[in-house]
């Protein structure tokens, strides 16, 4: 156990070196004109960029879509496994990956079962990995699978609703609900930072505050609004706003659950991939729940066509 535990120490360390060497690397090819930006001129930048190639592969079409959703996973699974290694756990990050990114493929190619496949054949992974490999316990298993079900089979919740509509609309729909997340994210900042006095859950995410928090749910609610512009998308403004205060709800809800996940493993980001903002598990952690929410109660409010 304790050559386990210094293995995983170990690589972790190597991983943080190798981190900043790319860093280093990075900012010395940058030109001079961009160095020594202030911290909000480097986050602006990384989220103009980041939102602009969201916004072209979810409108170009299903296929530019699918690519996002199924690197989104994978990535997010890399740096979920990559945390949790610095708590002792061992996952088996091949199979975690490579099912994560599997995940919202199988959604568009097969539906509902296309998922329950996925999730079947890790399981059967898993479970192979663990009798012939000694090293491995119950908990790495654990991880293993939670990892690609958290940041896989969740997202395949906007396969569902971008396949609901004819191009363009399944895609103004999927970027709708990118955008209520964005616009929960920002009221509540916005708000919790000026007139936040009351701590949400200040053992686990000390900045939040229950100002900003109902601030979000109002931002969601009202984007969720706009939704009913959508050609055919049967979906009223009582309907709407219930919608987006649920979908608001578990937006915060995925947030405080990421926000968990680091505080036990003692990281303050996920990664390094979005300067400025940390990882894109860290931007995408509200996403995971909103999307399967979402797409939930779209199917069940009969808002949109769904087939199994």
Known sequence: M???????????????????RLKDFAYRKTPQKFKNASDLQVRFRT??????VSVLCILAS??????????TAAVCAGEFYYMLRADAKLPNEMLGIVAAALYPLSVHFFGLSGALMVSLVLLLALIVWYVFWMRTRIPDVGVSFFGAAYC?????????????????????LVLGIFFSVW???????LVGSKFGKHKLAPRVSPKKSWEGFFAGLVGSALFWCLFTLIPG??????????FGVISGLCGVLGDLAESRIKRNVGFKDSGKLLP?????LD?????FLVAVASAILLVAGGCIPFSW
């Open 152 to 172: 896989g089979m969740l997202l395949s919740g906007l396969v569902v609703v971008r396949q609901a509509l004819p191009h363009p609309w399944g895609g103004v």
């Open 283 to 287: 931007r995408c952690d509200s996403l």
């Open 47 to 52: 989220g103009f960029i980041y939102v602009t």
């Open 233 to 242: 998308l049967n979906l009223g403004i009582p309907m709407a706003m219930a």
């Open 276 to 280: 400025g903002h940390g990882g894109l």
């Open 2 to 20: 304790s050559e386990d535990l210094q293995g995983g120490e170990q690589r972790c360390a190597e991983e943080r070196s190798r981190g900043e």
């Open 183 to 189: 616009a929960n994210d920002s009221f509540a900042y």
């Open 62 to 71: 299903e296929w530019t879509t699918l690519a996002l959703l199924s690197a």
